[in-house]
Each structure stands twice: as C-alpha cells, then as structure tokens.
C-alpha cells in the first residue's frame, strides 16, 4: 500500500530551470494539497485541489502552477526556478474536507 | 482570516517530566484542530484531533474555545516523542488546513 508517492525525492536546479514535481496517490481521495517546509516558517499551502480537473491557490502560490488531469495525480511545476524556492516540497492527500492529511515522503528542491 | 500560532520553536524536557507543546488559533467559524507529528527520517502524520477526544501514546489536547487553545500534553515524556510537532486549523466550508510554525520536542535521557 504506497498511499502518497512524490517524485522525485531530491533534484537540484539551475536558476531559470523548470522541473515538475508529481504526486500519486492510491486511496481515491478526492483532495490533495502541495505544501512547502521552510525552517521556521512550517508548513505553507502552496496549491491545492478539491476534485479532478480543479484546483485552487493557497497561501504561497506564486511562482508555482499545478495540475490535476487525473484523480490520483497532482502535478507541481516551477516555470522558472528561482533560489527562493528551495524547499522540501510535501504533497498530501485527504478523502474529505479538513479530515486526516496524509502526506508523502517530501521532494528536496536546491535551487542554484 | 484562520491563523494558528505555536510559540515555542523549540521545546527540551527531561524523559518522565510532564510536556506541554502550546497552539493557540484564530478563526471565526467551528474550528477543527489538529496535531501532526513528524519523527526522523519519518512522514508527517497525524496525532490526534480534537472530535475524536482520544489519547494516542499518552498524548491529548483539549479544544478550549475560550483562550482559541488546543495545547498538547503528555504527562511523562519519552524519548522517542522526540520529534517535530505541529498544530492545524480546519474547519467550516473550508478545504484547507492551516499549520503552525512547528515546535521542535526533543526529550532528554
């Protein structure tokens, strides 16, 4: 049982590179979230999504763009990465409103 | 606006003593609170929430609405509590939950 799956776990960056983060999860949740981990600032909701083919700004969206074409999967793109946004990147998934997030294994991002 | 304030980046207790992590919130519907925990090298996952009033490894946190507080507690800390801990915010008509800041626990032998 893989529940929630980022790819991929490490990946280092040119500034002005694009990359794309992916998440997939098994459990048919409809609601899934990208978050970013920053030291002393905890957890900030980057995108979210509250059923296929939608999806909705957080509190930290710029720079960021997100899609969600499939139900199990939930893509975070970075057009042109910037030094700013190295983070540890987690995507969680929930199967209803405000109820238990489960997360993945987080995605490190060093932006150079 | 929903906002959840944890105000202790860092919190160091000796094993057995008693253990209060602080989070207080402000929101202006019917909360749901929230602690997750992240161990080493571990997922973020979820604690305990307010609804379901239960105790998880000697941990609980009682929703008081009057001081908007949800402080966890655990009357003899271990060792292996030692971890990242983090209070959120849901609620209402609301998809999202809010975290705090986290409060790093590290328990001494």
């Known amino acids: 049982n893989a529940g929630v799956t980022q790819t991929p776990k490490f990946r280092v960056l040119k500034t002005g590179q694009s990359m794309t983060l992916l998440c997939a999860q098994d459990?048919?949740?409809?609601?899934m979230y990208w978050y970013r981990q920053d030291p002393g600032m905890g957890l900030r909701l980057i995108h979210y999504?509250?059923?296929?083919?939608?999806?909705a700004k957080g509190e930290v969206p710029d720079g960021y763009n997100v899609s969600r074409l499939k139900k199990q999967n939930f893509l975070l793109g970075l057009e042109s990465a910037a030094p700013s946004q190295t983070s540890v990147y987690f995507c969680?998934?929930?199967?209803?409103?405000?109820?238990?997030?489960?997360f993945g294994e987080g995605s490190r991002l060093t932006v150079l | 606006a929903q906002r959840v304030t944890q105000p202790e980046k860092l919190l160091s207790v000796f094993k057995g003593a008693p253990v209060e992590l602080k989070c207080n919130y402000s929101?202006?519907?019917?909360?749901?609170l929230f602690w997750y925990v992240q161990y080493s090298r571990q997922r973020l996952q979820l604690l305990l929430r307010?609804?379901s009033r239960e105790s998880i490894k000697g941990f609980t946190a009682d929703l008081n609405k009057g001081e908007t507080s949800f402080h966890l507690k655990k009357p003899f800390a271990q060792e292996e509590d030692s971890a990242m801990y983090y209070c959120?915010?849901?609620?209402?008509?609301?998809?999202?939950?809010?975290f705090g800041k986290g409060t790093l626990l590290t328990v001494n032998p």
């Open positions: 969680a998934s929930s199967g209803r409103r405000t109820g238990e997030l489960f």
């Open positions: 459990m048919n949740h409809e609601y």
């Open positions: 999504s509250v059923g296929e083919g939608t999806t």
């Open positions: 929101y202006s519907g019917s909360p749901e």
């Open positions: 307010h609804i």
């Open positions: 959120a915010l849901g609620g209402g008509s609301n998809y999202k939950l809010t």
